[in-house]
């Protein structure tokens, strides 16, 4: 599966943005979907989750009650809405999928959208 994600931009402090991952190639709702950010010069870390259905969700600690991720399987795209964002989010955002495991491990999935910048100004 081919995944392009786009919507990130320059945010303040407070400010929220939505991000979008288009999928193409093969049957979206085969995929867990999960989205992950790097910050420069860190590990690419774990954001969140969704399984096949959009049934179940999991999110990292760090932005649990802030983000929400979503999927619309008949668009074949998912989601992450961001809230209250807060500059150490500001990162690359990348959306990944996975034909097996439900993870929060980035060695699970093996298909990657090319990242979208998201920078949060305080």
């Known amino acids: 599966v081919q995944l392009q994600a786009f919507g990130g931009g320059l945010v303040q402090a407070g400010g929220s943005l939505r991000l979008s991952c288009a999928a193409s190639g093969r049957t979206f709702s085969m995929y867990n979907m999960g989205w992950f950010r790097q910050a420069p010069g860190k590990e690419r870390d774990f954001v969140a989750v969704i399984n096949r259905s959009g049934g179940s969700t999991t999110y990292a600690d760090s932005v649990k009650g802030r983000f929400s991720i979503s999927r619309d399987n008949a668009k074949n795209t998912v989601y992450l809405e961001m809230n209250s964002l807060k500059p150490e989010d500001t990162a690359d955002y990348y959306c990944?999928?996975?034909?097996?495991?439900?993870?929060?491990?980035?060695?699970?999935?093996?298909?990657w959208g090319q990242g979208t910048q998201v920078t949060v100004s305080s």
């Open positions: 990944a999928a996975s034909d097996s495991a439900y993870s929060t491990l980035a060695s699970a999935y093996r298909s």
